[in-house]
């Protein structure tokens, strides 16, 4: 699992040249890393449940020089030296400035020598080491634990989504300016040993590519610094993170309250899956606090689930208020925030236990890849991993990958994309040939109020009725140039769907009505092309009808 480096440069004595060992893959101890509270006094706590490799840099004990085989001493370059500058940087607070620029070497062995471990006896046996470092069992040291959650010198959520994760440190050492793909399946054990200390939790790893990968975990620290959460677990989609949540944390006959405008495959797992575990359901309007309180007295409600803004309508939830009737009665209290964002709203903050995403819309952004995530508490999160442990439902590594570039530029096509969806709202809902618009920026919005308070943007989607029929609004639909008729939201390119035809198609006029669902509703979701072209697009398609 682990990727190591050696914490010295070796000087030999027949030659001025200075070397630095690349890591051996038969000399590496293994070792594995948690960056959660539990590395009290510099040494592992081997009780504290293990989620992932996070922003620490392994490197090799002391007398690991003493076991180089004469084919890894050759093998070394300034590359090498190059690493141990980075890992050096990134694992401790030492102040470089003051090491000469002579030459690149030079520089590397000065900033190594700030970093060099306290040494011990030329016993193998590590069990006592300063407290600078945690120690495994099998050797590997852990140097200079970093708080990774302290980002004063990060003032916005901009830089925050650039570089948490990665420039606070991260647990792959490399100079490499982005985080690598670590494609594997599963992590191996240099002897039965290892496994066993492992096993017997006197150690940490991923053990299996299903449990957890390094490049993951630089994602689920950077959506956990953006969201304000103790922890984060990616899955293989939104879907994925809803539906093991749910499972995970309502019991067998339990009861759930959520809200009637939701996407309509998280309806259909709470309408047709759970009552097959005998749970059940209280479904109100989203802004109906008395609803809540009734269904709360009445019945033993483990966990309050909504979205907000909710889909397609773009609802909009009184977080703190929920929270706190939900809380008074020991319910959870989950929001999908996957149309607001952490950019626009931080639901965690406002008092709910857990937040979810369907990281395939805003937070990748670019239309090429499925992942959805859960943030919240240590506790929570953790036993929502248990069971997705066992279920599966992992997420590939690239696509990891792909997210961590993708929000590198999610500040700004949020910005794009929040003014262009409020213009373009205000422009709708003056037009006459639209008969409606669902835009909580807007003041005709039911929680525009709240929305004002709880928000600081109000996302790229607009949901409209145009003033016509289900074949005018076909009509409509098809003289766009611009958009994409797709499914999804959020990503670079705009996207225009009938939700009657694109979602609701299988069910009745009267059927689709039931749930607010009009023939002439168009949800249209403003990617990051140039507001003027949008808006002389979407005229001209109105001229049209």
Known sequence: ????????????????????????PDLATRAAVNPRPGFAAGRVDSTTPFHGLSSLILRFPP????????????NCSNIGVAQIVAASWSNKDSDLSAVPAASAVDAAATAVDLVVPAQIGPEDDLA???????????GVQLGGLPDLKDASFLSSDGSIAIHAGERLGRGIVTDAITTPVVNTSAYFFKKTADLLDFKEKRATSFEYGRYGNPTTVVLEEKI????????TLMLASGMCASTVLLMALVPAGGHIVTTTDCYRKTRIFIETILPKMRITATIIDPADVEALETALNENKVSLFFTESPTNPFLRCVDIKLVSDLCHSKGAVVCIDGT??????????????????????????????????????????????????????GALNPNAAYLIIRGMKTL????QQQNSTALRMAKILEAHPKVAHVYYPGLPSHPEHELAMRQMTGF?????????????????????????????????????????????????????????????????????????????????????KI
């Open 224 to 231: 956990s610094a953006l969201e304000g959460a103790e922890s």
């Open 459 to 543: 996302g790229g989607v607009v949901s409209f009725e145009i003033d016509g029929d289900l074949k005018r609004t076909i009509k409509f639909i098809d003289a766009l140039k611009i958009p994409y008729i797709a499914p999804s939201f959020g990503g670079c390119e705009s996207i225009v769907d009938q939700p009657a035809i694109m979602s609701y198609w299988d069910l009745s006029q009267s059927d689709r009505l039931k749930y607010g669902i009009k023939d002439n509703l168009v949800r249209f979701s403003f990617g990051i092309e140039d507001f003027n072209d949008l808006k002389a697009d979407i005229l001209q398609a109105l001229e």
């Open 339 to 392: 149309f607001a964002t952490p950019m626009n709203q931080k639901a965690l903050a406002l008092g709910a236990d857990l937040v979810v995403h369907s990281a395939t819309k805003y937070l990748a952004g670019h239309n090429d890849v499925l992942a959805g995530c859960i943030s919240g508490s240590m506790k929570l999160v953790s036993e929502i991993r248990i069971l997705h442990h066992i279920l599966g």
């Open 63 to 74: 007398n690991f020089v003493r076991q180089l085989s004469t084919k890894a001493r050759r």
């Open 1 to 24: 699992m682990g990727v190591y480096t050696c914490p010295r440069v070796f000087t030999s004595s027949s030659s001025s040249s200075t070397y630095c060992c690349r890591h051996h």
């Open 128 to 138: 006592a080491v300063d407290a600078e470092y945690a120690v495994f069992g099998n």
């Open 411 to 414: 500040h700004i096509r949020i």
